[in-house]
T-cell receptor, first 110, second 114 residues
């Protein structure tokens, strides 16, 4: 069945460092891909999405490109801030449901 | 526009009891999905409702059920609670059913089963 694999965390960075969180997927057909972020004590917020191959989603300095050839959707940000500390979930939408990765906790220190 | 709201935010029950959680979608959204989030299993899809009909269901026992009303509000019910049902239950709404339609999540209901 469909699945999403994310790099395990926590990812610990200093402020202004470059961020990459790896995400790969297995799916039949052509799923849509998403990154969601969850801040402590809150629900999920959509960060960005891409609906077809080579699409780039971007928001708040975060970017991810839908790579069909490598079945990947890695999340990147050029300069992280302390306020980016949260759990990040990669997800795919296929057959009428979202399938999530296990989440990657990001900790950014000043 | 108001976001997805879920009530109650926190709930404590004992084993064997039943519980009902409520979700109000964003105005105009007709699709509501439910997810369970636990430290061990992560985020898992429970079911989706669209126009008062269950369209899709995840791999959960029949103790988990739901419904959607004509105003798109949805309720989720868990009967005969077990300790393992302790989780954050998230509701998400979207405009319509569809592969590219973005789902917007509520803050969740934290259920603790003692």
């Amino acid at each position: 069945g469909d699945s999403v694999t994310q790099m395990e965390g926590p990812v610990t960075l200093s402020e202004e460092a470059f961020l990459t969180i790896n995400c790969t997927y297995t799916a039949t057909g052509y799923p849509s891909l998403f990154w969601y972020v969850q801040y402590p004590g809150e629900g999920l917020q959509l960060l960005l999405k891409a609906t077809k191959a080579d699409d780039k989603g971007s928001n708040k300095g975060f970017e991810a490109t839908y790579r069909k050839e490598t079945t990947s959707f890695h999340l990147e940000k050029g300069s992280v801030q302390v306020s980016d500390s949260a759990v990040y979930f990669c997800a795919l939408y296929n057959t009428d449901k979202l399938i999530f990765g296990t989440g990657t906790r990001l900790q950014v220190f000043p | 526009k108001a976001g997805v709201t879920q009530t109650p935010r926190y709930l404590i029950k004992t084993r064997g009891q039943q519980v009902t959680l409520s979700c109000s979608p964003i105005s105009g959204h007709r699709s509501v999905s439910w997810y369970q989030q636990t430290p061990g299993q992560g985020l898992q899809f429970l079911f989706e409702y669209f126009s008062e009909t269950q369209r899709n269901k995840g791999n959960f026992p029949g103790r988990f059920s739901g419904r959607q009303f004509s105003n798109s509000r949805s309720e989720m019910n868990v009967s005969t609670l077990e300790l393992g049902d302790s989780a954050l239950y998230l509701c998400a709404s979207s405009l319509k059913q569809g592969a590219t339609d973005t789902q917007y999540f509520g803050p969740g209901t934290r259920l603790t089963v003692l």
